[in-house]
């Protein structure tokens, strides 16, 4: 039986772990062809074991920087139906007067500039298909400021604002934009400290008050929604898949 992406080409950033690995998995068992990136290859490896029988092409890449993007681009090969950016990475929980500038500027190009950079480069392809979904991962830290420190949350506010700004502009164009706000999920991140972290930090009712920590499949079966024609007539939201915790 075809599946919801059938005859589909699907891009997948942070692919080798979490929640774009449950993704991935996701849009392959549902008939997408499959460009997974990651920065480290034996995830991808064990990645493409897994999903031996489906259609899937790794890529080693850092989507942070231009030559990387450019891989990726060349490998879903004139193309891209579907771009899920889903990788990302933490900040230490480092407050504003404790931010260094590495930490800053390496959190700003992997979960903000990264998101751009492969956004405008598939962005000419649905153009000229008329078509396209794109679904951004954020986070809680993108709606609050209680859930990691000052570089991660302002970035994951940065990519609200991104998606809101893409889904107004390309909806006229028949392209769709789209964010996932995941809670605390079971990953490789360190996310999982931040209730623990949060409870030292801001005191014992924040961890009261944080729901449990998901599955990555969780958050695949909302970012899968998104990039499916089953949300046709949704673009520009912001949907959190947290258990509850963006309504307390
Ligand atoms: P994860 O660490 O398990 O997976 C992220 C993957 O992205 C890793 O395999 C990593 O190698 C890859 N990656 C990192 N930098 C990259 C780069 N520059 N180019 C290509 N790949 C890169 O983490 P996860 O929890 O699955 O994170 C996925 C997304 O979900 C991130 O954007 C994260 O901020 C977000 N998120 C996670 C949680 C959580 O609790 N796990 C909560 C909210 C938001």
Not at 210 to 224: N, S, Y
């Amino acid at each position: 039986t075809p599946g919801r992406f059938t005859g589909k080409t699907a891009v997948v950033t942070g692919a080798g772990s979490g929640i774009g690995r449950a993704t991935a998995v996701r849009l392959a068992q549902e008939g997408a062809r499959v460009v997974a990136t990651d920065v480290v290859a034996e995830r991808l490896d064990s990645l493409a074991a897994e999903l031996a029988d489906a259609d899937v092409t790794t890529v080693v890449a850092d989507v942070s920087d231009e030559d990387g993007v450019a891989a990726v681009v060349d490998a879903a090969g004139g193309r891209v139906d579907c771009l899920a950016n889903v990788a990302g990475i933490m900040d230490k929980f480092l407050t504003a007067h404790e931010i260094d500038d590495a930490t800053w500027e390496r959190v700003m190009a992997v979960n903000v500039t990264a998101v751009m950079r492969l956004t405008r480069a598939v962005l000419p392809l649905m153009l000229g298909a008329g078509a396209g979904s794109i679904v951004t991962v954020g986070s809680e830290a993108g709606l609050r400021g209680s859930s990691a420190g000052v570089a991660y949350t302002t970035s994951k506010h940065a990519v609200v604002g991104f998606t809101k700004s893409c889904s107004v502009l390309y909806a006229p164009k028949g392209i769709r934009v789209n964010l996932v706000a995941p809670g605390a999920v079971r990953t490789n991140i360190e996310a999982p400290m931040a209730s623990q972290f949060a409870a030292e930090r801001l005191g014992p009712l924040m961890q009261v008050v944080i729901p449990p920590i998901a599955e990555p499949e969780h958050l695949a079966a909302a970012i899968t929604w998104l990039l499916s024609d089953d949300s046709a007539n949704v673009t520009g939201a912001i949907l959190p898949s947290d258990g509850g915790w963006s309504a307390l």
